[in-house]
């Protein structure tokens, strides 16, 4: 294919995301098969990612989610975090479940799974979702660093390393500088908690009970 070839298929791409009228992943499959048809990758180098170690463990943590949902456990979790009646301590409650999990799943996959339960919280404390979404997304992020399958991004590294290097990274080998950073983090969490915005409420945000 052609650097001209290349821009219109590039542009092809943006253009449909940036309408969001067609799936992500569809948009995906539709450029791989675009790509293949006009033999800039074979069919093998298509069909190579799918058997990424990346894209397993990715897939396999969402399923991992998922199960955690049906078991209920989420359920009577919020309900300890609406017995509190304090609004820091549900907070620093809920970064901390949602830095457990994030540790085992991924990061994007934990926020969402804990999103829910942060806008219905707040409400019930009458308390600005900004001061639950916040330290939810950044304790996520933290936990990420501590294995190396809490974050998609340590997966395609360690990849990456392999091909390198030949050796495999272990699932808890970033754990020591991953439980300093984290611990930083958090600190940073409960310390300016009190300076998150606190100008949207509940009720502007479009959550219902």
């Known amino acids: 294919m052609t650097p001209a070839g290349w821009l219109v298929v590039a542009t092809l791409v943006l253009v449909v995301l940036l309408s969001s009228r067609v799936r992500y992943d569809l948009l995906g499959l539709g450029a ?12 093998s180098q298509a069909l190579a990612g799918f058997s990424s170690s990346a894209v397993i463990v990715i897939a396999s943590a969402l399923v991992l989610g998922h199960a ?25 409650l809920l970064a901390l479940g949602a830095f457990l999990t994030s540790a085992f799943v991924s990061d994007v996959a934990t926020v969402a799974l804990f999103m829910p339960i942060a806008l219905r919280v707040s409400k019930k404390m009458n308390s600005s979702p900004s ?8 304790a996520s992020i933290l936990a990420g ?10 997966l395609v590294v360690a990849q990456f390393a392999y091909q390198a290097t030949g050796k495999y990274m272990g699932i808890f080998e970033l ?15 409960a310390l300016a908690w009190l300076l998150l915005p606190d100008n949207v409420m509940p009720s502007e945000a479009g959550v219902e009970a």
């Open 131 to 138: 001061k639950f979404l916040i330290p939810l997304s950044f």
């Open 145 to 154: 660093r501590l294995t190396l399958i809490g974050s998609s991004v340590n």
């Open 175 to 189: 754990t020591p500088l991953g439980i300093l950073l984290s611990a930083a983090g958090l600190s940073v969490i």
């Open 32 to 43: 791989l098969i675009i790509l293949v048809a006009a033999r800039v990758i074979t069919p």
């Open 68 to 92: 955690l949902v049906n078991t209920g456990i989420f359920s009577r979790f919020e309900g300890l975090l609406s017995a509190s009646r304090q609004p820091f301590l549900s907070m620093m």
